[in-house]
């Protein structure tokens, strides 16, 4: 059965979803992964499309669905990893540098940051393997911070491994209708860009604020207290015996 016929008499797919499709429909397993590799190193690529499509490829029989769970798995494993070597290669002291020529940011905001992450790495790179646009923005902070590699491969790939499932899994059921997890997954997408959005614009303005409120501070004119000169005559109290 071609799969592409079969998806577009309900979804008609075009343009980047039915280039999914024929990669996976060509390479099958293989594919699907290296298509989740490529998401996790160019997030604007939506997993929550190409996971369902990878679920409805197996239902139709091109590759099974274990395999489609595990092979975009293990491409997002890849992807995580070349991440992680870049924010390896970067390190910590070309990553405070940049900071230092960020305007608004300061390096105690960095040095928050860090102290946080040396304490919730773990679960951060874990859950984070399970929200949208963060999918791939964590792996940078584990590589700047050097989290040890087989920590931070075991945590993504568990987490990895549960995001992809519900997805795969759900298109599989879905079949024809796999579009429809898109559309809902779509809504989940959106609500973490509008947080993060919502998050940089309050940093934004409290930080602004706060330079301003510092500033006006330095510039205000202080009391200077007299200074008692040495030669002074002061003022003796007699000690009570």
Do not use: C
Not at 33 to 43: Q, T
Not at 212 to 221: D, G, H, Q, V
């Amino acid at each position: 059965m071609d799969l592409t016929t079969t998806a577009a008499a309900s979804a008609q797919p075009t343009g980047f979803t039915a280039w999914v499709i024929g990669v996976m429909e060509t390479l099958g397993g293989p594919g699907a992964g290296m298509i989740i590799a490529l998401e996790n190193l160019f997030p604007p690529i939506p997993s929550e499309l190409i996971l369902p499509l990878a679920g409805f490829t197996a239902s139709q029989g091109d590759m099974s669905l274990i395999g489609a769970i595990l092979w975009t798995t293990i491409g997002s494993l890849v992807g995580a990893l070349a991440l992680y070597g870049l924010g390896a290669s970067l390190g910590r002291e070309r990553t405070r540098a940049i900071a230092a020529k960020l305007p608004l940011v300061k390096l105690s905001d960095v040095d928050k940051t860090e102290a946080w992450f040396a304490k919730h790495g773990v679960k951060a790179v874990f859950f984070g393997r399970m929200i949208p646009l963060f999918r791939s923005f964590i792996s940078l902070p584990a590589g700047v911070e050097r989290m040890r590699l087989s920590t931070f491969a075991l945590f993504t790939t568990l987490g990895s491994l549960i995001w992809n499932s519900v997805f795969v899994i759900a298109g599989y059921l879905l079949g024809q209708h796999w579009y429809l997890v898109e559309e809902y997954a779509g809504l989940l997408s959106r609500a973490v860009v509008i947080t993060a959005a919502l998050t940089v614009v309050a940093f934004v303005v409290i930080r602004i604020r706060n330079n301003r409120r510092e500033r006006e501070l330095s510039e205000a004119p202080t009391v200077q207290l007299a200074r008692v000169q040495a030669d002074q005559p002061t003022e003796e109290f007699r000690r009570i015996r």
